[in-house]
């Protein structure tokens, strides 16, 4: 199967300031997406993202998919921001049916 | 339209018991995966069902296992129980299955202890 690579593990930061998250895949997927696991555990859709470049607020995300990475960009971080980020992909080759491959996660806290 | 939906939300079993978890995922979703979730291991995939039937498996053993129904909600079983089976038990529901693009939409878990 597919190998998911995030980083950085750990970033801490000051409100305000500015974050890239990446993560890498050991080979092609398709149905790349983020999550944010709030507190409760539940894991909240942040982007879909196979290929290109979105934006949802303070929130942006690209994937160069023949390189197989993808980012995550948080800017002006707020506190509300802090949990862990996960990304997860699916392998583009063979049958994976319903079967996501999940990063180690970053944990982000952002400081007041 | 309402999220995916699990039950319940807690509990707390004795090792060697068995456990019942439940999904409803989202209306006109079709596709359920179930992922267990554990500090040392990250998140796993455990089974995808889709049409009442299991689509994809994961490395886990036959104590683990599932069922579709006919209006697409899901449950899985764990028999005897063991320790190591405390985790967060998450669903997923998609609109279809297979490699094509499908983004998945997860439930809030489901959050098991075994004593």
């Known amino acids: 199967g597919i190998q998911v690579e995030q980083s950085p593990p750990d970033l801490i930061l000051q409100e305000g300031a500015n974050s890239t998250l990446r993560c890498n895949f050991s080979d092609s997927v398709n149905n790349l997406q983020w999550f944010h696991q709030n507190p409760w555990g539940q894991l909240i859709n942040l982007f879909y993202i196979p290929s290109g470049t979105k934006q949802n607020g303070r929130l942006s995300a690209t994937t160069v998919a023949t390189e197989r990475y993808s980012l995550l960009y948080i800017s002006s971080s707020q506190t509300t921001d802090s949990g862990v980020y996960f990304c997860a992909g699916k392998n583009a080759g063979g049958t994976s049916y319903g079967k996501l491959t999940f990063g180690q996660g970053t944990i982000l806290t952002v400081h007041p | 339209k309402a999220g995916v939906t699990q039950t319940p939300r807690y509990l707390i079993k004795t090792r060697g018991q068995q456990v019942t978890l439940s999904c409803s995922p989202i209306?006109?979703?079709?596709?359920v995966s179930w992922y267990q979730q554990t500090p040392g291991q990250g998140l796993q995939f455990l089974f995808e069902?889709?049409?009442?039937?299991?689509?994809n498996k994961g490395n886990f053993p036959g104590r683990f296992s599932g069922r579709q129904f006919s209006n697409s909600r899901s449950e899985m079983n764990v028999s005897t129980l063991e320790l190591g089976d405390s985790a967060l038990y998450l669903c997923a529901s998609s609109v279809t299955s297979g490699t094509a693009y499908n983004e998945q939409f997860f439930g809030p878990g489901t959050r098991l202890t075994v004593l």
């Open positions: 209306s006109g979703h079709r596709s």
């Open positions: 069902y889709f049409s009442e039937t299991q689509r």
